[in-house]
Nanobody, 127 residues
Framework: QVQLVESGGGLVQAGGSLRLSCAASGRTFSSYAMGWFRQAPGKEREFVAAISRSGSRTRYADSVKGRFTISRDNAKNTVYLQMNSLKPEDTADYYC????????????????????WGQGTQVTVSS
């Protein structure tokens, strides 16, 4: 399994931006479809965004569509989540996740499809 380490979280005012990074170990990062999930206090973990192995396919939760962008750099073993126009309701711990995939275009919004998870990074958006 790949090991994942998130970074880039912090405190930001509403309307601001943050970019989260998720660095993966190993030499087979390009074999993994990646996802970002988040969990707010007292709530269940929810899907945010996903990207295919090649980066050519992405999908987003309706709540972040048009504001967040997921991308990846396979040469750097890193996946990113650019978050713009942040809202207080975006406050949560953000987790990246990976799943090995033979399909270059595969993405998933289900946490059950991912078998490697990072430790999370906290994002707080003040009003």
């Amino acid at each position: 399994q790949v090991q994942l380490v998130e970074s880039g979280g912090g405190l930001v005012q509403a309307g601001g931006s943050l970019r989260l990074s998720c660095a993966a170990s190993g030499r087979t990062f390009s074999s993994y479809a990646m996802g970002w999930f988040r969990q707010a206090p007292g709530k269940e973990r929810e899907f945010v965004a996903a990207i295919s192995r090649s980066g050519s396919r992405t999908r987003y939760a309706d709540s972040v569509k048009g504001r967040f962008t997921i991308s990846r750099d396979n040469a750097k073993n890193t996946v990113y989540l650019q978050m713009n126009s942040l809202k207080p309701e975006d406050t949560a711990d953000y987790y990246c996740a990976a799943t090995l995939s033979r399909n270059y275009y595969y993405t998933s919004s289900s946490s059950y499809d991912y078998n490697s998870w990072g430790q999370g990074t906290q994002v707080t958006v003040s009003s």
